[in-house]
């Protein structure tokens, strides 16, 4: 393993309530290891629901303007017009890589030509960036925040100059795999490290928030956290995301000062990674129903306590949730068994159980 000063001196600075959020997630991670016993067929059907989903937030967070909805008539071939050709090729290239990550984890072997490969992946479908993708940057860029609108609105931080990109990737990704390997500490906290790092690098001209969501995925997965495709790591945080930018830049505006303190960004990743594991156990447990659900999912759940029985057209119509939406609401209800269907085919209806 490559030593480290920087990095390993961040490590002896881990406050104890971080300590202590280490081990709630570590509590909950044994109890999906050791009672996970769901439905092969509802764990697909979750599988391509977060893909859905996490697609969609990861690129909002980024300032894209699309909706679940969208995105899941993209993946179906429907043509969607308020689609520009970048956001139609961002998703499909974040969709098509995640899945990619759910599917192979265990073949992909974490390191340097990964990570350009991965990047590569994620823009093939970019007309713009095709020049450069799966590669580091050759001019220094800056972070910029956005709106929902996609508007930018302000720089949070300098990054790393494009002469020193590859020098600290190499820095980064060696001493990031080697303290895994050896266990040099918790691996959330080693995997905190190297996402704070990354985005402060930012090492590729376009794509970096992106590609550090795919990667916190794949080493999530890669370290046990195996639940990880079945709750959305990406939605958990564009529903903080301003939070999400806070942590960065509280944590990055103290790199230039010498080793820097990863604590508030640990705060906010950690938090996101327990939220994560208390959806998963809910998930498990059939508990806490409204808690794994999308706000739009909630809202089919919550209008079917209300009335004896209804079609997914009614549904639709009643609460202002796009038929497709419905009716993937539905299927989800279904299979965690927290509705019924009544009849077949076109003139199914459903109810609470």
């Known amino acids: 393993m490559i030593k480290n000063r920087k990095f390993e001196k961040r490590l002896e600075l881990i406050p104890a309530q971080i300590l202590l959020k280490l081990a709630q997630i570590d509590e909950l991670k044994g109890k999906w290891s050791a009672g996970a016993s769901l439905n092969p067929q509802l764990l697909g059907r979750l599988k391509k629901s977060v893909l859905i989903t996490s697609t969609g937030a990861s690129t909002r967070i980024e300032g894209a303007r699309l909706s679940d909805d969208d995105i899941e008539d993209l993946m179906q071939g429907i043509a969607v017009q308020k689609f520009t050709d970048r956001d139609r090729q961002e998703i499909q290239g974040y969709y098509e890589l995640l899945q990619i990550i759910f599917e192979n984890w265990e073949h992909i072997r974490f390191g340097e030509n990964t990570i350009k490969h991965l990047h590569q992946e994620l823009l093939k479908y970019a007309e713009k960036d095709q020049n450069h993708r799966g590669r580091y940057k050759s001019t220094d860029n800056k972070v910029e925040m956005v709106d929902e609108k996609g508007r930018r609105i302000g720089v949070i931080f300098d990054t790393t100059p494009a002469y020193l990109t590859p020098k600290q990737m190499q820095e980064l990704v060696e001493w990031t795999r080697g303290a895994l390997d050896t266990k040099l500490s918790h691996p959330l906290i080693i995997i905190g490290n190297f996402l704070v790092e990354f985005l402060n690098i930012h090492p590729f001209r376009d794509g970096n928030g992106r590609l550090s969501r795919i990667l916190a995925n794949l080493l999530l997965i890669q370290t046990g956290y195996l639940y990880i495709p079945y709750v959305s790591h990406e939605r958990l945080i564009e529903d903080q995301k301003p939070q999400y930018y806070l942590a960065l830049r509280k944590s990055q505006k103290t790199f230039k000062k010498g080793v820097g303190n990863i604590a508030p960004w640990l705060e906010f990743f950690l938090d996101i990674v327990f939220a994560q594991s208390k959806e998963a156990i809910s998930l498990m447990s059939g508990e806490n129903i409204e808690d794994i659900l999308s706000l739009k999912q909630r809202v089919v759940w919550q209008y079917l306590q209300n009335v004896d029985e209804a079609s997914p057209g009614q549904i639709a119509k009643s609460t202002k949730v796009a038929?497709?939406?419905?009716?993937?609401?539905?299927?989800?209800?279904?299979?965690?068994?927290?509705?019924?269907?009544?009849?077949?085919?076109?003139?199914?209806r459903y109810c609470k159980v």
């Open 323 to 348: 038929y497709a939406t419905v009716r993937q609401a539905l299927a989800k209800l279904f299979d965690l068994k927290k509705v019924k269907r009544v009849g077949m085919g076109r003139s199914s």
